[in-house]
């Protein structure tokens, strides 16, 4: 890379989907930009997860940068939900296309982010020892992979055979043949890995269960030409939908679907059946964009758990330990929805080990393998896929030091807030993509992270054109924010369930960290703090007039 300036304009942390069109997007709008990033290759949660089977959970014509419509017609998926090395293979394209690489710095982690106030600049000092100095910082480090839980699970040190993390993956590859592999975790990465590898393992396969997720089909399938050739012709069409939609994504049965506007509850049950069946025969996360009351009326709710534990029973049909299969541990669409075929086959065809650990008394790590009441299960390696310290993990992990050398793990406390997930009060000049405050998680992430780093882009150009240094959102504003979206939690059902959505997965309780109103209600107040010439935030310590902004779910219209 070119050598590197004593001082720059922003410095991005993270060179995954939303730090590379960070990088991309300051560049060009003139700020010297420089991305650091701790892999040795581009592609974040795309390059450290590259274990057997992953792949994306939402379509691929849509889990796609949309920035430029050019690169939407010369860049081809194959499948409908394209395999992680893919999506890198995509990544890289776009690193090289847009002559980003020269302002990547890899294999350098920021070890220690801090504001220096007297010059209103961030100083990083990186892992190879040096420091740079950044007037802005954006933190685009993602939702999950920088954190990787470790779990508590006794004696796990004591395992003589491999232990295998699955967001660590081994990039030289790990060949199972002929071992006897188990595996603790099964949520999403868990049921892929566990679904990729059955096939090849069948009974030398033990998958150790706490918990069954709800498993829909992707009905994956490669691309026809004429469908790619479609979809390339109406991608305008496609984006504008997708920005109209809560969740970023709009595909159903290969189409742009709106879903239904009404209540699960006012319409028959064969027409709620239909509606149902449609989804799942289409496959995918389209379940959450079916009727809006399924994550905030149990009853609601319920009707679709009833669905969706009545499909599951029918894979499992004849399998003795079946029912231990359906989830019975929380509620639908409170937990993310795992996507993916074939999963169920893994034990009733392919012959994989099923261990329920959920009530286990003993379930603990031995020198052979894994010790379950008594029981022991001799393996060769273990695998890890038991989930991340997701949403607030990947900026607490690191010390972020604001003014007065507060470190943002301290400030934050059991109480993560944000404004409008972008800032927070006494780190000024230091931004957030994608992570808490925002419908993170809940909105396509290309679609979420272009939206807020064009936002972020705009602020700055604003500050810049003025002349200012120093950008700082007010502390009222930020608590006003910080109150809507637990607003926007509380009228729903996630609260009732121990996930990562709420960082609440790593123990502790659930905490107001995503904003559940939606994309476009997210989008409307971020365009609405722009045109108001962003009365929450001071410049150089001075506000505009206007008072800061207020908040609030009815704002929804
Ligand atoms: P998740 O969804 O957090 O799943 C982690 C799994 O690991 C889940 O089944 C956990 O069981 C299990 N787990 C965690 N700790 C333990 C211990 N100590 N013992 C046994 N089992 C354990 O992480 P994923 O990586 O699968 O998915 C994260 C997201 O990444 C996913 O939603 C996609 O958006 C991409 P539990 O449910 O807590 O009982």
């Known amino acids: 890379m070119s050598e590197m300036p004593e ?58 940068y949309s920035f430029d419509p050019q690169l939407q017609q010369d860049w081809t998926w194959s499948r409908r939900y394209a395999p992680g090395e893919e999506v890198l293979r995509y990544l890289k394209y776009v690193v090289d296309r847009y002559a980003l690489a020269a302002r990547i710095r890899l294999s350098t982690r920021v070890d220690v982010a801090a504001f220096n106030e007297r010059d209103s600049v961030w100083e990083l000092q990186l892992s190879d020892g040096t420091m740079l100095r950044a007037r802005h910082v954006v933190f685009a480090t993602g939702l999950h992979t920088s954190a990787v839980l470790k779990p508590t699970i006794k004696g796990l040190d004591r395992f003589t055979g491999d232990v295998l993390e699955s967001a660590r993956w081994p990039k030289k590859g790990y060949d199972t043949t002929a071992l006897k592999v188990g595996v603790i975790g099964t949520g999403a990465t868990g049921v892929q890995l566990i679904t990729a590898l059955a096939p090849s393992l069948g009974d030398d396969l033990w998958v150790f269960q706490r918990t069954a997720h709800y498993v829909v089909p992707a009905h994956n399938q490669l691309l026809s030409p004429e469908y790619v050739a479609h979809v390339k012709a109406h991608y305008d069409q496609w984006r504008k939908a997708e920005q109209e939609h809560m969740g970023g994504f709009v595909s159903v049965d290969l189409q742009i679907d709106r879903g ?45 758990g009833e669905f969706l534990r009545a499909k599951i029973r029918e894979q499992v049909a004849g399998y003795e330990k079946g029912e231990l299969l359906v989830p019975r541990d929380f509620l639908p669409l409170t937990r993310r929805l795992v996507v993916e075929d074939g999963y169920y086959q893994s034990y009733t065809e392919h012959g994989a080990n099923l261990v329920d650990i959920r009530d286990a008394q003993q379930f603990e790590v031995v020198a052979e393998g894994i010790l379950v009441d008594g029981t022991l299960y001799e393996l060769d390696t273990i695998i890890l896929a038991t989930g991340f310290e997701s949403v607030t993990g990947p900026l607490t992990r690191f010390e ?34 994608n992570a808490l405050g925002c419908p993170g998680a809940f909105t396509q992430a290309f679609l979420l992270s272009e939206m807020q780093v064009d936002w972020i882009t705009d602020l700055l150009s604003y500050a810049r054109d003025r002349g200012y240094r120093c950008i700082e959102p007010s502390e009222a504003a930020q608590e006003a924010w910080t109150e809507h979206v637990a607003d926007t939690i509380d009228g729903t059902l996630f609260p009732r369930t121990n996930s990562w959505y709420l960082a609440a997965n790593a123990g502790g309780k659930p905490k107001p960290v995503l904003h559940l109103g939606g994309y476009p209600l997210y989008k409307r107040f971020c365009i609405e703090e722009r045109e108001r010439g962003y009365p929450s ?15 609030s779910i009815s704002a929804a219209g």
Not at 23 to 50: Q, V, Y
Not at 293 to 303: E, G, H, I, S
Not at 537 to 551: H, K
Request: overall charge negative; proline content about 6%; hydrophobic content about 40%.
């Open 7 to 64: 001082m720059i304009d922003v410095a991005v942390v993270g060179a995954g989907v939303s730090g590379i069109y960070a990088l991309k997007k300051l560049r060009d709008a003139g700020f010297n930009t420089i991305a650091i990033e701790s892999a040795p290759e581009i592609g974040g949660t795309w390059w450290f997860n590259s274990y057997p089977g992953i792949r994306v959970d939402i379509e691929s014509i849509e889990f796609s």
């Open 260 to 304: 239904p506007t009404v209540s699960a509850l006012d319409v028959s049950a064969e027409e709620r059946h239909k509606e149902f069946e449609r989804r799942w025969n289409s496959g995918g996360l389209s379940f959450y964009s079916s009727y809006p009351d399924l994550v905030t009326d149990p009853k609601a709710n319920a009707l679709l």
């Open 400 to 433: 972020i030091r604001g003014r007065g050398g507060i470190t943002l793990q301290r400030y934050w406390g059991d109480r993560p807030r944000t404004l409008l997930g972008y800032m927070v009060h006494d780190f000024p000049n230091a931004f957030i993509v």
């Open 537 to 551: 935030f001071a410049f150089d310590g001075e506000y505009s007039t206007a008072p800061p902004a207020l908040y």
